[in-house]
């Protein structure tokens, strides 16, 4: 009885390893089966769209923050002290040069000019009564002399008090804009108070702001600029000055660049967005910004290429990114003009797998048929 039980127990392990043995066999033969089902398998194909990179021009650009400026711009403030007598300033009026805005009273040195003209005429009229009387040998020339310096004191006070009047009298220096004013008739206003300010009003307008001193050392007079205002297309300019010196705190410098067409920018005094160009322009090449793709290791993008089966596939590609333009964005390198690269789907890609271009989406409304549109159910050429 006790030799059956070691018997018994080679019985079951040997039926154990001929069972384990068994089912080894059958799963190797399961998984050669399925290897030999994969080969007839077709790969998986991923569908695509994918555009062709085109050449750019990119042009590096620094934004600087600047101010509109009337190409002529003054503050009014009174030259002499006195009461108002009258005043034509009203906001925002266009007013030609030479227009009276504001006069002050000169009673007082109208009388006093009156008064200089009476002596003024009182010696002229010696002076030639002097004059008849020298030819008649009457008189020395030494009076002639003094009675013609008489007369050119006394035209000189007349002109003293008629300059008085005038600078009472405030005229517009050009044709301009009046700011907001606070004058009254009536109203005693001190030496050098301030009136209102006068906007040129000009077919152009300046635009002042301050570039670095790496920038500003690359600008010259002439150099194209670009002014935005708000949500508002860009408006061409042209630096016409630059600052003699660079700001030793901010180390940066002055410039000016000047619109043509005041009625394209705000008024002045408003602030607005100039693009300064830094650097010569580059040769770039220009992507829709849907393929550029974002990983640990940079920038990439999938570049379709057919294989030796003349089967279009993808590999990544490394590259170097400019600005973004519109729905395009510019690369700068790592990728040539022509090559395609894929967009609308290329979330899904990896390395090496074959793809299908899927047909372009139609527009809205319908393809409009201009050149360099996609048409939806056509395949572009490799």
Same mark, same amino acid.
């Not at 290897?35 to 620094?62: C, F, G, K, M, V």
């Not at 700011?179 to 300010?197: A, I, K, P, R």
């Given at each position: 009885?006790?030799?059956? #039980?070691?018997?018994?127990?080679?019985?079951?392990?040997?039926? %154990?390893?001929?069972?384990?043995?068994?089912?080894?066999?059958?799963?190797?033969?399961?998984?050669?089966?399925?290897?030999?089902?994969?080969?007839?398998?077709?790969?998986?194909?991923?569908?695509i769209e994918l555009a062709t990179a085109q050449t750019r021009e990119d042009q590096r650009t620094t934004?600087?923050?600047?101010?509109?400026?009337?190409?002529?711009?003054?503050?009014?403030? +009174?030259? !002499?002290?006195? +009461?108002?007598?009258?005043?034509?300033?009203?906001?925002?009026?266009?007013?030609?040069?030479g227009t009276v805005l504001v006069a002050l009273d000169v009673s007082v040195e109208k009388a006093e000019?009156?008064?200089?003209?009476?002596?003024?005429? &009182?010696? !002229?009229?010696?002076? =030639? #009564?002097?004059?008849?009387?020298?030819?008649?040998?009457?008189?020395?020339?030494?009076?002639?002399?003094?009675?013609?310096?008489?007369?050119?004191?006394?035209?000189?006070?007349?002109?003293?008090?008629?300059? %008085?009047?005038?600078?009472? +009298?405030?005229?517009?220096?050009?044709?301009?804009?009046?700011?907001?004013?606070?004058?009254?008739? /009536?109203?005693?206003?001190?030496?050098?108070?301030?009136?209102?300010?006068?906007?040129?009003?000009?077919?152009?307008?300046?635009?002042?702001? +301050?570039?670095?001193?790496?920038?500003?050392?690359?600008?010259?007079?002439?150099?194209?600029?670009?002014?935005?205002?708000?949500?508002?297309?860009?408006?061409?300019?042209?630096?016409?000055?630059? =600052?003699?010196?660079? =700001?030793?705190?901010?180390?940066?410098?002055?410039?000016?660049? &000047?619109?043509?067409?005041?009625?394209?920018?705000?008024?002045?005094?408003?602030?607005? #967005?100039?693009?300064?160009?830094?650097?010569?322009?580059?040769?770039?090449?220009?992507?829709?910004?849907?393929? %550029?793709?974002?990983?640990?290791?940079? =920038?990439?993008?999938?570049?379709?290429?057919?294989?030796?089966?003349?089967?279009?596939?993808?590999?990544?590609?490394?590259?170097?990114? /400019?600005?973004?333009?519109?729905?395009?964005?510019?690369?700068?390198?790592? %990728?040539?003009?022509?090559?395609?690269?894929?967009?609308?789907?290329?979330?899904?890609?990896?390395?090496?797998?074959?793809?299908?271009?899927?047909?372009?989406a139609p527009a809205a409304g319908g393809g409009t048929g201009q050149p360099g549109e996609p048409i939806?159910?056509?395949?572009?050429?490799?």
């Amino acid at each position: 009885m006790a030799r059956s #039980r070691p018997v018994a127990s080679f019985v079951l392990i040997g039926a %154990l390893v001929l069972g384990a043995a068994g089912l080894a066999a059958w799963k190797h033969e399961a998984l050669a089966a399925d290897d030999r089902a994969a080969l007839n398998r077709p790969e998986p194909t991923e569908a695509i769209e994918l555009a062709t990179a085109q050449t750019r021009e990119d042009q590096r650009t620094t934004t600087s923050v600047g101010t509109v400026v009337a190409l002529r711009s003054i503050t009014l403030r +009174t030259e !002499t002290a006195g +009461t108002v007598a009258d005043v034509a300033l009203e906001a925002g009026q266009v007013v030609e040069p030479g227009t009276v805005l504001v006069a002050l009273d000169v009673s007082v040195e109208k009388a006093e000019l009156a008064a200089e003209q009476a002596e003024v005429a &009182l010696a !002229t009229s010696m002076l =030639d #009564r002097v004059e008849r009387a020298s030819r008649d040998q009457g008189v020395s020339a030494a009076d002639v002399d003094r009675a013609r310096a008489e007369r050119d004191v006394a035209a000189a006070r007349a002109a003293r008090a008629q300059a %008085l009047i005038d600078k009472k +009298t405030i005229r517009a220096p050009f044709r301009a804009r009046v700011g907001l004013s606070n004058v009254h008739v /009536g109203q005693y206003l001190d030496e050098g108070e301030e009136l209102c300010s006068l906007q040129g009003v000009d077919d152009a307008v300046h635009v002042d702001f +301050t570039v670095s001193q790496q920038v500003a050392a690359v600008l010259s007079e002439g150099s194209p600029v670009l002014v935005r205002s708000g949500d508002g297309p860009p408006v061409p300019a042209s630096i016409v000055a630059l =600052d003699a010196r660079v =700001d030793p705190k901010t180390r940066n410098a002055w410039a000016r660049a &000047l619109v043509e067409g005041a009625d394209r920018v705000p008024a002045p005094g408003a602030s607005v #967005r100039v693009d300064v160009p830094v650097g010569p322009p580059l040769q770039a090449v220009a992507i829709p910004v849907s393929a %550029l793709r974002k990983g640990p290791s940079g =920038d990439h993008v999938f570049v379709a290429e057919r294989d030796a089966q003349q089967q279009l596939r993808v590999h990544v590609r490394a590259v170097q990114v /400019g600005t973004v333009v519109g729905d395009e964005i510019l690369v700068v390198s790592g %990728l040539s003009p022509g090559e395609r690269v894929a967009t609308s789907g290329s979330f899904k890609l990896r390395e090496g797998v074959l793809v299908a271009e899927a047909a372009a989406a139609p527009a809205a409304g319908g393809g409009t048929g201009q050149p360099g549109e996609p048409i939806a159910g056509a395949e572009s050429p490799p």
